[in-house]
């Protein structure tokens, strides 16, 4: 669904008309915050994002790099795999040690630094996307909810204007939309066995504080 098709759909929800009273750059704002509260909730396979660059030394990620992190803990270089430790490891490892840590932020960025071995050549890795900003009309969601997006929009926006009860109709059919994207996900992914609880739902306290 497009930048315009999500306006649309939000005036719809709303106000029950496609030509909404709301302005754009409120419906706007809203659409594309929801669009961040998704994406920030779970490691949905249609946000992942393969990148073949070339590094030599400290190496800067993707502006679009999200805190989730890379898929595999891992990268290629030149052939190779390098995996990811944490800073506190790097006095146990020896000097030829393959291995990098990740810093920085979602505000100021990531960079990945490599402490052992420097390498040099072409880097593949795969890592899990931060929701490009929707702003020109044709622009495409990532998500492939996009009524989802509008009832966590919607929500959002009655928040703000105090109108909380309402808003808990809205955002809990968002949250069960996102829930059904991630089922619809894992279902095409291989199973892992986990021995954390499976959150089943989520009541209203909860869901206030989330948005």
């Given at each position: 669904?497009?930048?315009?098709?999500?306006?649309?759909?939000f005036?719809?929800?709303?106000?029950?008309?496609?030509?909404?009273?709301?302005?754009?750059?409120?419906?706007?704002?809203?659409?594309?915050?929801?669009?961040?509260?998704?994406?920030?909730?779970?490691?949905?396979?249609?946000?992942?994002?393969?990148?073949?660059?070339?590094?030599?030394?400290?190496?800067?990620l993707?502006?679009?790099?999200?805190?989730?992190g890379f898929?595999?803990?891992?990268?290629?270089?030149?052939?190779?795999?390098?995996?990811?430790?944490?800073?506190?490891?790097?006095?146990?490892?020896s000097?030829?040690?393959?291995?990098?840590?990740?810093?920085?932020?979602?505000?100021?960025?990531?960079?990945?630094?490599?402490?052992?071995?420097?390498?040099?050549?072409?880097?593949?890795?795969?890592?899990?996307?931060?929701?490009?900003?929707?702003?020109?009309?044709?622009?495409?969601?990532i998500?492939?909810?996009?009524?989802c997006?509008?009832?966590?929009?919607?929500?959002?926006?009655?928040?703000?204007?105090?109108?909380?009860d309402?808003?808990?109709?809205?955002?809990q059919?968002?949250?069960?939309?996102?829930?059904?994207?991630?089922?619809?996900d894992?279902?095409?992914?291989?199973?892992?066995?986990?021995k954390?609880?499976?959150?089943?739902?989520?009541?209203?306290?909860?869901?206030?504080?989330?948005?």
């Amino acid at each position: 669904m497009n930048y315009e098709e999500l306006l649309t759909t939000f005036s719809l929800l709303y106000e029950q008309v496609s030509s909404a009273s709301t302005d754009v750059s409120t419906r706007g704002q809203f659409i594309n915050l929801a669009c961040q509260n998704i994406t920030n909730r779970f490691q949905f396979s249609w946000r992942i994002k393969t990148l073949e660059d070339t590094v030599s030394g400290t190496y800067t990620l993707p502006t679009d790099f999200h805190h989730h992190g890379f898929v595999k803990d891992s990268v290629l270089i030149a052939g190779d795999l390098w995996t990811e430790i944490r800073p506190d490891e790097v006095s146990f490892l020896s000097s030829d040690s393959q291995v990098f840590y990740k810093t920085g932020n979602s505000k100021d960025g990531w960079k990945i630094y490599f402490p052992k071995e420097q390498p040099e050549g072409t880097i593949i890795f795969s890592y899990f996307m931060k929701h490009p900003d929707l702003v020109d009309s044709t622009d495409e969601t990532i998500i492939p909810d996009g009524e989802c997006i509008c009832n966590i929009a919607v929500g959002r926006f009655l928040k703000s204007e105090g109108e909380g009860d309402e808003a808990m109709t809205w955002l809990q059919d968002g949250e069960n939309g996102i829930m059904d994207m991630n089922k619809a996900d894992k279902a095409t992914q291989p199973v892992r066995r986990t021995k954390r609880p499976i959150r089943t739902g989520i009541d209203k306290n909860s869901l206030n504080d989330m948005y």
